[in-house]
């Protein structure tokens, strides 16, 4: 049975033996349309574009969340994302065989930008910490998946597509905007499968590529969650993996600057650095430049190497220093498919949770996009300095879907609460647990010497 043109409760009873789909629990039974969408002329959806149940697949105990891409692209709003996280919650506490994520979305959505990237970005370590526990999760995208959906699909164990599908992180339209028509043409059909098309993912190896077919999917399911691996064996390896895909040259030139005074480095490229006479690091920031695959690459390999290697990791403080234009935005980022590459990032991070590492975010400058998603976002708590912001969504991505005047984004941007770039809109739904006024030096002392007294 095909499921692409099926709706989202309709694929789960495809996917699960029959007569055992069952209620996921009472939280997602409730209606949750969003209380966000009518200022921007838009009717709310009672389940906002997702449904979970519970179910078997060949005898395997799942949970199951499917999107529905007919309401806006299937995008993550704040309570469509909380049902993700409560899954991923409730998968921890119950431990079923694995969580199933069938995918079809086109990101977090922009009309309710600030809380949205927040709640996804919760869901995506909620996610890494029940595989952490020892609980797969499975992710086919049965429609496009673009924008953090498609980090939330690479941080899954095993990532598959249906024949027809396209994901990436910055979309064709998207990519076109950033770069120019020169270097990516939205409108070329051929380039667009050539880059995001689930079968040029599959030949290079990115992605599985199921058949658009019920059992097909059905003995994917269940081979996978008979045949898990650990958790940290799978990010070591998957590590290994992404450094054979990556090009053979040397990024720019590091600014080897300490981030703050005393501070010593780790690694060459002064990725890590190490407080002397501390069990505290941190991780410097890109600062006026992007966070791509080679740089994710190149700060989960100091990570992996000097934190999670340690026995007596357990107890340390890692500071997360969180400045950068943005993820990459090119041809050539999403040829080496950013997306998982950010995933494994958060996955990085999520292993020393698991080992007992206390991670804060630190957002000194701009939180920009996926990098912030996949970064600081994911540490327990984040201290922001007070002239910090968070670009959740840019300026011309409001523009191309609200079709607003320039004036009115420009007021957007500085004073709304959904859209607005200053720390104080984000920290306005819980993204930011501490605003501080001062410099980098003082914000991460008050860090480091809090997590030493066990305050929180």
């Avoid at 449904?51 to 709003?77: K, M, Y």
Wanted: net charge negative; charged share 20%.
């Amino acid at each position: 049975m095909s499921l692409r043109h099926l709706s989202p409760r309709e694929r789960i009873e495809a996917i699960v033996d029959p007569g055992s789909v069952a209620s996921a629990g009472a939280r997602f039974e409730t209606s949750r349309p969003s209380a966000h969408l009518a200022r921007w002329g838009i009717a709310a959806q009672d389940d906002d574009g997702i449904v979970a149940a519970r179910g078997t697949v060949h005898g395997v105990t799942v949970l199951i969340a499917a999107q529905d891409e007919r309401f806006l692209s299937g995008s993550a709003g704040a309570n469509h994302a909380g049902v993700l996280r409560a899954l991923f919650d409730a998968a921890r506490d119950g431990r079923p065989d694995a969580v199933v994520l069938l995918i079809a979305s086109g990101g977090v959505r922009l009309h309710e930008a600030n809380p949205a990237e927040l709640s996804l970005a919760r869901a995506l370590a909620a996610m890494l910490d029940a595989r952490a526990a020892g609980v797969p999760v499975l992710a086919i995208g049965v429609g496009d998946v673009f924008g953090g959906s498609s980090v939330v699909a690479c941080a899954a164990e095993r990532t598959a597509m249906l024949p027809g599908t396209r994901i990436g992180l910055s979309g064709p339209r998207v990519l076109e905007l950033a770069r120019g028509a020169r270097e990516f043409d939205a409108a070329d059909a051929t380039a667009v499968a050539a880059v995001y098309g689930a079968e040029a993912r599959s030949r290079n190896g990115q992605v599985e590529l199921l058949a658009d077919d019920a059992d097909a999917v059905r003995s994917w399911i269940e081979l996978c969650a008979r045949g898990s691996e650990p958790f940290a064996a799978h990010v070591e390896a998957m590590h290994g993996r992404l450094a054979a895909c990556l090009p053979d040259r040397p990024l720019a030139p590091p600014s080897f600057a300490p981030p703050v005074a005393g501070a010593e480095r780790v690694d060459a490229a002064g990725w890590l650095w190490r407080l002397r006479d501390r069990r505290a690091w941190i991780a410097r920031a890109p600062g006026n430049a992007s966070f791509g695959p080679e740089e994710a690459h190149a700060l989960d390999t100091v990570l992996l190497r000097t934190l999670a290697s340690r026995d007596d990791c357990a107890g340390s403080t890692l500071v997360v220093i969180e400045d950068s234009t943005g993820h990459a935005i090119s041809r050539a980022a999403e040829l080496m498919f950013v997306s998982r590459y950010l995933g494994h990032h958060a996955a990085t991070l999520a292993l020393l949770r698991a080992r007992g590492v206390r991670i804060v975010g630190l957002l000194t400058g701009t939180g920009h996009s996926a990098a912030f998603f996949a970064n600081a976002l994911q540490a327990p708590a984040v201290v922001a300095l007070a002239d910090a912001r968070v670009v959740a969504m840019e300026p011309a991505a409001i523009a191309r879907v609200t079709r607003l005047p320039a004036e009115k984004i420009a007021a957007l941007i500085e004073g709304d609460p959904l859209v607005g770039h200053p720390v104080r809109q984000f920290a306005g739904w819980g993204g930011v647990d501490e605003v501080r006024a001062g410099a980098v030096d003082e914000a991460v002392e008050a860090i480091v010497g809090r997590e030493r007294s066990g305050a929180r």
